[in-house]
């Protein structure tokens, strides 16, 4: 509604078109971020072309994106503390509420598209402790499709590594939610070790960031820290498999 959809070929391109130009244009950082006003406009613009066309999982997936982006910074200085740290959590609550949202609708939108999928699982993984089982049904559904689409020989190489990629993701998370927050690193390990070995680059670095992560306690109120013996526990764990794909020889030194 109030969204022109029209489209002139050759002339004049469609007005959400338009509104997604707008929403990436504005200041970078961090490689080629959002950051700042461009960041929020970009939030802001998304969540209306979300509200125009709800059957749009693209639209639905960049609404997550980028209110994920502004609630986890409101989250972090909310666990920062000060005199604005209630104010923080406040906002970080409504915004991942948006974010979440909008990634399920996207999850639900385009069921084999991994890396949505994937994301979706993951936004419920760091923040929203009670939708624990959802999120290992949406990261169980990424691994499925995955391993059904890179089985086409026609996929194209852009494709394969797209996939490949939101696949490896997918098994990293798992090996997360089995060792974080269901505290089974037996369950966790196979999970890692498949991740490692199907993007190495990627997930070697990733897996001792996760070995420090914790388990948050209340629904959209980000992470935080294990206390010092699960933290060395975890560590040990994430180190002993990158240990044990250097010896196999199949990947090499961090």
């Known amino acids: 509604p109030g969204i022109k959809d029209g489209e002139y070929p050759g002339e004049l391109r469609s007005g959400v078109f338009g509104l997604q130009l707008l929403a990436e244009k504005g200041n970078r950082a961090r490689g080629n971020d959002l950051v700042g006003p461009g960041l929020e406009r970009a939030a802001r613009i998304y969540r209306r072309l979300h509200e125009a066309r709800p059957q749009d999982p693209n639209l639905a997936n960049n609404c997550g994106y980028f209110h994920r982006e502004i609630g986890v910074g409101q989250a972090q200085r909310a666990r920062a503390g000060g005199p604005e740290a209630e104010e923080n959590a406040a906002k970080a609550r409504e915004t991942l509420a948006i974010c979440r949202d909008s990634y399920l609708a996207a999850a639900a939108l385009a069921p084999d598209d991994v890396r949505i999928v994937n ?17 290992e049904r949406l990261l169980l559904q990424a691994k499925a499709k995955g391993e059904e689409q890179l089985a086409n020989a026609e996929l194209d190489p852009e494709a394969r590594d797209l996939l490949t990629e939101a696949y490896g993701d997918a098994h990293q998370n798992l090996g997360l939610l089995y060792l974080a927050y269901r505290r089974d690193p037996d369950r966790a390990e196979p999970y890692y070790r498949r991740a490692v070995e199907i993007g190495p680059e990627r997930a070697g670095r990733r897996l001792v960031g996760d070995a420090r992560l914790l388990p948050v306690e209340q629904d959209g109120a980000g992470g935080g820290r294990v206390d010092a013996r699960d933290d060395l526990a975890q560590r040990g764990l994430a180190g002993a498999v990158l240990a044990q794909q250097r010896m196999e020889g199949t990947r090499p030194d961090l």
């Not at 994301?119 to 999120?135: F, K, M, N």
């Open 119 to 135: 994301d979706a699982a993951l936004i419920l993984l760091y923040h929203y402790p009670s939708r624990l089982e959802d999120a």
